[in-house]
């Protein structure tokens, strides 16, 4: 029994450490992406800027590794096997991607715009005796263009 409560308490721990973290990452994303407005990032692979007026075009990437927690690794183990959306990577994936999107527009610094951006996600850190997901990547990388007016 002594070992029961043990468990639940170092899970209820982790739970809320992990809440804890993710909604902290999460008003960081917010308060970057209000920061980041007037820099558009878009798929087009060409703007409509005359070529006279292109000072400079550089690569700019962003990447971003992402962990989930054990308890919601727990869940999502749980969710397999009755079927259902699985929440708690949604979460990973939407986190992983809007930060790469975000250090992709923080190396781009002074640039008008940033064409042609794609984004990867693979999974990283995943043991081949064991499944689910440890880790998750995403990169975004795309070309930034700084427009002479």
Not at 68 to 89: C, E, H, P, Q
Not at 94 to 99: F, G, I, L, P, Q
Not at 126 to 131: T, W
Request: glycine fraction near 8%; aromatic fraction near 8%; charged fraction near 25%.
């Amino acid at each position: 029994m002594y070992d029961l409560i043990i468990f639940l308490i170092l899970i209820t721990v982790g739970y809320i450490a992990g809440t804890l973290a993710e909604k902290r990452h999460y008003r960081s994303i917010r308060k970057r992406e209000n920061a980041f407005l007037n820099l558009p990032a878009v798929t087009m692979k060409s703007v409509d800027y005359p070529a006279k007026e292109v000072k400079s075009a550089q690569m700019v990437y962003g990447s971003a590794v992402i962990s989930i927690d054990y308890f919601k690794r727990m869940l999502a183990g749980l969710r397999n096997i009755f079927g259902g959306t699985v929440k708690s990577y949604e979460t990973l994936i939407d986190r992983a991607r809007r930060e790469s999107l975000l250090r992709m527009k923080e190396m781009a610094g002074g640039a008008t715009v940033i064409v042609n951006v794609r984004i990867e996600t693979s999974t990283i850190g995943k043991r081949a005796n064991k499944k689910g997901v440890g880790c998750l990547e995403a990169i975004a990388y795309g070309t930034a263009l700084t427009i002479e007016r």
